[in-house]
Structure formats: C-alpha cells, structure tokens
C-alpha cells in the first residue's frame, strides 16, 4: 500500500557519543567561561549558531595530534553498532548530521570501525596551535551553522519517511521536518512542549527495538506537520 522507504538521520554529539565531545572540546582547549557565556546567549536566541562557534573557536589552543588524541578518549552508545547492522541488513540509509566539528566525528567513527557512515557537519582546520572554522553548509537559518533541517531538505524526497534521533538544541530544526522522530533531554523536552509526536530513548537499544517493530510492520505514516512543512519548503525553492 505505501511506497514510502525510511531514511534515518542521527545527531551526533551525546546521540551517538555518550558525551557532548565538541562542547568538552571548547571546554577543555578553549576558554570554559566564555564558552559557557555564549552557548546560554545562543540558546536564548541572542547568537546564531554560527557566531557561537566562531566565538568558541577564537580562544582555542591545542595542535591536531593533540585534539585527535583527546577526540578517541570518548566512547559512543554501546548499542549503535547494533541499530547501524539493522540499518545495513535492511539497506536502510544512515546519515549522520551534526552542528559539531569534523575532526573528532571522523576519529572516533574511524576508532569504532564505522567509517562508512556518511556524516554533515562544520569543518575544523588546524593551524600550528589554533583552529580556523567553514561552515561548508551555511544557510539563512539563524539559529544553526549547519541547519539539520535544510540538510534533511537537501537529502531527501518527497516519498522519504524521515526518521530523526537526536538529544539536543541544534536538533529542533531537524524535528521540524521528521515523522517519526526519537528524543532525549533536551530534544524531549522541546518535543514535550510543543506537542510533538516522539519516542523518548536512553540508548539505540530502545531506538531498535522501537524501530524494529514500526519497520516489520510496514506501517510507516507521514507526521503530518511535518509533511505540510517540508511541503511549504520543497515549494518556496
Ligand atoms: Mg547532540
């Protein structure tokens, strides 16, 4: 009867790993009080995601080898493997999109064995002892550097059952255009106050065995405000 193929999208920062590795990251080579200032001006809509990182950015010290070293000490969710082999198995595509950094995505995918996962996110250059940032995905969102909503415009169809896993602020955009969408923390939270539909998660455990069953029922059904969103969007381009 549908037609409709899931395509999953996962956060990346306390998602996938079990900490917020770009925040630590700021924390740890950057300047914490001033890292702490500006993520509470950004999430009071008083910096864009973009000017947040460039302002985290500007007080960092440490060399490549040094931030790749501290990148591989963080572990990721003991079950992802698991819900990525299902994902594999049933040639369901995974993508992950990220308003973090990519030199500690591709380390710690690349110390898990999981390089193959496609992953968006802002670009990180290093420069003797500080870094440089690109935003090769910068949009009009305001609130983003690299807007998870425009990327899910940008990755998939009109036929595509959008499915979104994410625990955070820089995941409110994505939800927007989600059907079925898994949350945590701060995400839950977000989705709780503005009535939208979610399954709430600890681990990728529960994201599976959820998933699983929606999967082998076949019963996947658009979100409606979500359709009629990305709808509005797909025609104002
Ligand atoms: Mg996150």
Redesign the pocket.
């Known amino acids: 009867m549908t037609s409709l193929f899931p395509k999953v999208f996962v ?5 996938i790993t079990t900490h ?1 590795v770009g925040n630590e990251f700021f924390r740890r080579f950057g300047s914490e009080a001033e890292s702490i200032k500006a993520v509470a001006k950004w999430k009071s809509d008083g910096m864009s995601g973009r000017d947040l990182i460039l302002k985290e950015a500007e007080f960092v010290k440490t060399t490549q080898s040094e931030a790749v070293e501290f990148a591989k000490s963080f572990d990721i969710d003991g079950s992802f493997r698991t819900f990525v082999e299902f994902c594999r198995q049933n040639s369901i595509e995974l993508t992950i999109l990220s308003d973090g950094l990519d030199f500690y995505i591709r380390e710690i995918l690349a110390a898990n064995r999981l390089s193959e996962i496609p992953f968006y996110s802002n670009v990180a250059r290093f420069d003797t002892d500080t870094i440089k940032i690109d935003f090769p995905y910068e949009s009009n969102c305001p609130k983003c550097a690299n807007c998870k909503g425009q990327q899910i415009l940008t990755r998939t169809g009109i036929d595509d059952l959008i499915v979104y896993i ?3 602020f ?2 409110r955009c994505a939800v927007d255009y989600a059907d079925i969408i898994f949350a945590k923390d701060e995400l839950l939270r977000y989705c709780e106050a503005n009535n939208i539909t979610y399954f709430p998660f600890e681990s990728f455990a529960d994201v599976l065995s959820k998933f699983r069953k929606i999967f082998e029922s076949k019963r996947f059904r658009k979100r409606h405000r979500a359709e009629l969103k990305r709808r509005e969007a797909y025609l104002s381009e």
């Open positions: 956060d990346f920062d306390g998602t917020d994410g625990n955070g820089s995941d």
